[in-house]
């Protein structure tokens, strides 16, 4: 059941308001999905322990039907040098435009990537007062946000043509940068950190958006699109751009971010690019939910996005989440396992890996009380039944008119790990390879112990430096191997 905007983001605050504000994106971004998992259950009879159930189950079943599809059709031919040398250089491009995505989270970020060192790099910074020098604004700890980003992106001072931090529900921090080793003037949006944040992510309504282009359905994620328009104008009334553009008239405009960051780069890339033919965006790990149909094709010549393995965000919409919650019901209804079983399982296979094949769907003899009674029973699962919720149907839900399909941003590059390096291990024994990706990949939610770690920027960097890095020695082995390029 959908709720409306307004008692959907009643709801949001006043369960963001009793946590508190958490201090980095990480937490932002766990709290931010519980409390959209508390919002989306909360017309059936389930308690956590039956929701952590199953997705144990989801999880299983999906690790199954993975090694069970058919091998994908093996491709003759090698990759046309035009597609390999394109993917090469916009991977080479993104390793270097997430320095900035990654700069505009400030201080936090930093010395979250830098737990022993962070705080004595740019100690010196914060004890400064450079707001009279520089154009700051807004928040707390300026001239630390301001010591991390020259940390970050190497940059100079002087580079700096603006930096924001003030935030609002709907008002995103940015900065904006001369980048001279790539020619381009870059606007970096801040992503999901701070309680307003999560407001606007879950401002999921569609917006009709007033562009100056031959695209028919102009539509978007509204609280994105609120948060695009308000760095645009910025950007534009406030004369930012034209002062960049001043100082250095034959750079181009390239926008980036990372999730929340993403969309609205992406959302202010289409609104600019009347202006500034040549814009590009990067953006890093966007939320699925974003354009419409029209708009995805429009921004496919113009934004690149990167998703990282089982990245959730990517795969996050109002559909997919209903889809999310028809699975989960449906599995747990046909399940008379008891509870304690599926937990104990499940914790093992996440840990440590398994059989996929061994579900806990049968119900051992024994009379332990409670904790032996299975699942709840399908007629009970929902405390008002809807004929919405098909437990044989295995095609998504429709989408009220209120919220239809919405789609990630451009073409996209998924970054896939390869082999099987462990459940939990740290990023940079992780090895990866790239590929173009059809947005169609990324149509459902997918359950792993990676799901909410992919989408953390740092781990996103890593990734980007040990492809990159991978598959520049894999051109220039001896060998003369070309890299590994799947073309979909």
Not at 39 to 58: E, K
Not at 272 to 280: D, F, G, I
Request: hydrophobic share 35%.
């Amino acid at each position: 059941m959908v709720m409306s905007q307004a008692s959907y983001l009643m709801a949001s605050r006043q369960q963001l308001q009793a946590y508190g504000k958490p201090e980095s994106s990480s937490c932002a971004v766990a709290l931010g999905k519980m409390t959209i998992l508390e919002l989306l259950f909360r017309d059936t009879d389930l308690v956590p322990s039956d929701i952590a159930a199953g997705l144990a189950l989801l999880h299983q079943q999906q690790d199954n039907i993975r090694n069970n599809q058919e091998p994908h059709e093996v491709i003759s031919h090698s990759p046309e040098p035009s597609q390999e040398a394109d993917l090469d250089a916009e991977l080479e491009n993104c390793r270097h435009y997430m320095q900035f995505a990654a700069a505009a989270y400030g201080w936090p970020l930093y010395i979250y990537r830098n737990q022993f060192t962070g705080l004595w790099k740019i100690g010196g910074d914060c004890c400064r007062n450079r707001t009279t020098e520089y154009d700051l604004v807004g928040g707390d700890r300026l001239s630390c946000h301001f010591g991390s980003i020259l940390q970050t992106t190497g940059l100079q001072y002087r580079d700096f043509i603006h930096i924001s931090f003030h935030d609002k529900v709907y008002e995103l921090p940015f900065l904006v940068a001369l980048d001279h080793r790539k020619e381009a003037i870059v606007v970096a949006v801040r992503g999901t950190m701070s309680l307003q944040d999560i407001l606007t992510d879950l401002s999921a309504e569609n917006e009709t958006l007033n562009l100056e282009c031959e695209v028919q359905d102009c539509s978007a994620h509204k609280g994105i699109s609120q948060a695009a328009r308000y760095v645009y104008r910025r950007l534009v009334n406030d004369g930012i751009l034209s002062q960049a553009f001043s100082i250095a008239p034959e750079y181009r405009l390239v926008i980036v971010g990372h999730s929340l960051g993403a969309g609205a780069a992406a959302l202010l890339a289409i609104m600019l690019r009347q202006s500034h033919p040549q814009v590009r965006c990067y953006a890093f790990s966007p939320p699925r939910g974003l354009l419409s149909k029209s708009l995805y094709e429009y921004s496919k010549s113009f934004i690149v996005s990167v998703v990282l393995g089982d990245d959730v965000i990517p795969r996050l919409s109002v559909t997919n989440l209903e889809d999310l919650k028809r699975r989960l019901l449906r599995v747990i209804a046909h399940c008379n396992k008891p509870k304690y079983k599926i937990l104990l399982h499940g914790c093992w296979y996440e840990l440590f890996g398994g059989d996929p094949d061994n579900l806990p769907t049968e119900l051992d003899g024994g009379d332990r009380g409670d904790l032996t009674q299975p699942l709840l029973a399908e007629q009970s699962l929902l405390t008002h039944w809807s004929p919405a919720y098909s437990c044989s149907s295995d095609s998504p839900l429709e989408s009220p008119t209120k919220y239809p399909p919405l789609y990630p941003p451009g073409r996209i590059i998924h970054l896939e790990e390869e082999g099987t390096s462990g459940r939990f291990c740290c990023c940079s024994a992780a090895h990866y390879r790239a590929k173009w990706s059809h947005e169609s990949e990324f149509s459902r939610i997918l359950i792993g112990p990676k799901m909410l770690t992919d989408h953390m920027p740092d781990i996103l960097m890593r990734a980007l430096d040990s492809v990159v890095s991978d598959r520049a020695a894999c051109i220039s082995c001896p060998a003369g191997g070309g890299a590994n390029v799947d073309v979909v």
